[in-house]
């Protein structure tokens, strides 16, 4: 995410840090569609969260005509231990933010916007009507631009979740982030039952329902596949699984790289939970194919696909 100062975890920076494993190196990001996007952001100052979170799919994403923005600041009210993004006291709201984005994804010529933004547990209404307000401005502007929105708990205030409802984007995103034992540690503010309860109040109000978890932070392979049975039992449409990568050494540590064939054990077992879509993968970020997340049935047709071809 930002360069900014963070909260010290509980992470050792003494600790001798795990060997990156060959499967992690990445390709420079080429080709017209990039080149494209690279010139607009370059030329007019925007901010994505591709470009200042370092994202090892800009490229790609960016080729397909999909960008990431960041709304309600840089500076967050929770200080997970995972995170790069700066802890502290946020500044006042932008009314004007909603048509600046709105106003980016337009020159960019995005066809799939992903939008996030920091926790603002400071603001009543956690920052969910200037979410609301960036949905219609997008729309307004660009109406052929599918959106997802990867969105904090709002504290469990079930009334700010449902102005995401009402504007309901096509697909409403939060990240468990990893399994209930180290939810504490990984992610200190928050609390894994209440965040399985956003996904079930987003499925109970119609909407397209996805999450992500980080691997490599000293989980369990059984605590995996029940943290991926509990959000399936909620509702959820859509999963990611990557590897967690430490943003720098005030951050918690990785315990372990996660081989790519137990990468794919999960994305199997997804699809026999129900799940409808499962990416999964060392560079899976949540935002990863996002454009595809939109359809439903379509993770769930390319599984099948290749199952009856025998590649899975």
């Known amino acids: 995410m930002q360069e900014l100062n963070v909260i010290s975890s509980t992470a050792n920076a003494e600790e001798p840090r795990v060997k990156k494993p060959n499967w992690l190196r990445v390709k420079l990001p080429t080709g017209e569609g990039y080149r494209h996007v690279r010139g607009l952001v370059d030329t007019h100052k925007l901010h994505t969260i591709c470009e200042s979170g370092n ?100 504290k469990g205030d079930w009334d700010n979740l449902q102005r995401m409802i009402d504007v309901a984007p096509e697909v409403v995103s939060h990240n468990i982030e990893t399994v209930e034992r180290l939810t504490k540690q990984v992610r200190i503010q928050a609390k894994y039952h209440r965040s399985m309860e956003v996904i079930r109040r987003l499925k109970d109000g119609g909407m397209r329902t996805k999450s992500g978890i980080m691997l490599g932070l000293g989980e369990e392979k059984q605590e995996v596949l029940q943290t991926m049975q509990d959000l399936a039992d909620n509702g959820l449409d859509v999963l990611t699984l990557g ?70």
Request: glycine content about 8%; hydrophobic content about 40%.
């Open 55 to 154: 994202c090892p799919n800009m490229g790609e994403c960016w080729g397909a005509g999909t960008a990431t923005f960041m709304i309600l600041g840089n500076i967050c009210t929770r200080s997970c231990g995972f995170c790069a993004v700066a802890t502290g006291r946020p500044l006042p709201v932008d009314w004007d933010e909603p048509q600046r984005v709105a106003e980016a994804i337009f020159l960019m010529k995005v066809k799939h916007a992903v939008i996030t933004s920091v926790d603002r547990d400071e603001l009543k209404d956690g920052g969910s009507i200037i979410w609301a307000n960036t949905i219609k401005a997008v729309r307004a502007l660009n109406p052929d631009t599918t959106l997802e929105t990867l969105i904090p708990d709002f």
């Open 243 to 312: 590897q967690y990568l430490q943003p720098t050494p005030k951050h918690l540590p990785v315990v372990r790289f996660v081989h790519p064939d137990e990468f794919a054990e999960y994305r199997e077992a997804g699809y026999k939970m129900g799940l409808d879509f499962v990416e999964s993968g060392p560079l899976v970020r949540s935002s990863y194919h996002s454009e595809k997340h939109v359809i439903a049935g379509e993770g769930r047709r390319m599984w099948e696909a290749e199952k009856a071809a025998g590649f899975a």
